[in-house]
């Protein structure tokens, strides 16, 4: 069994301007600089033969290239407490129409893919039960300015997350180009 997701994968330039937003939150797990990704589809573990059909559906998609453009800082809540940490990405028909593709590219084969409503985002900390939430608030502020350079993206990717020691690994499985340059 293998555990895939569907992401964008973002240069060195984005990746380096979220690095630097680590740190400032006791009980707070940063997101590796090699793990920064945009989750366009969560798949979960699939076998081999499923992980083939996945391939061959994503393959089929036709899709424009476009820019992303990273910008503020958002938190995801659980029983009211500050579970995750995330850049946002400025609104953008482009991705959303690319992230629509795949999710019914997947559901039309009948492919597993998770149903949750999509929110554009890069998760940069998970956060345990010890982060206080004064130091959240103040990190949230802090941060609410945030904006990375925007990129072209020219493909989207099939990843593999490989669980490690303290945190999964991400490995790309297949890439799929965008049908035009903007």
């Known amino acids: 069994m293998i555990r895939l997701f569907v992401g964008l994968d973002l240069p060195p330039v984005v990746r380096q301007a979220l690095s ?8 707070a797990r940063w997101t590796s600089k ?6 366009l589809a969560f798949i979960g573990e699939v ?9 061959e559906a994503l393959f ?5 290239a476009f820019e992303l453009e990273l910008a503020g800082v958002g938190q995801f ?4 407490r500050t579970k995750v940490l995330w850049a946002g990405v400025r609104p953008n028909p482009a991705l959303e129409h690319l992230q629509e593709k795949v999710h019914a590219a997947l559901s039309q084969r009948r492919l597993p893919v998770e149903t949750r409503r999509f929110r554009p985002h890069v998760t940069l900390a998970r956060l345990n039960a010890q ?3 004064d130091r959240v608030l103040h990190y949230l502020a802090g941060h609410a300015l945030f904006a990375a350079p925007a990129v072209p993206v020219r493909h989207f990717t099939l990843f593999e997350s490989v669980r490690g020691s303290d945190a999964p ?4 499985v297949n890439s ?4 035009s340059d903007f």
């Open 20 to 27: 630097f937003m680590q740190g400032g939150i006791p009980g």
């Open 34 to 39: 090699s793990n920064y990704h945009l989750t």
């Open 47 to 55: 076998d081999e033969s499923v992980a083939a059909e996945i391939d």
């Open 60 to 64: 089929g998609i036709h899709a424009p």
């Open 77 to 80: 809540d659980r029983n009211g």
């Open 131 to 133: 982060a206080a939430q």
């Open 169 to 172: 690994v991400y490995r790309p």
């Open 176 to 179: 799929y180009k965008l049908t």
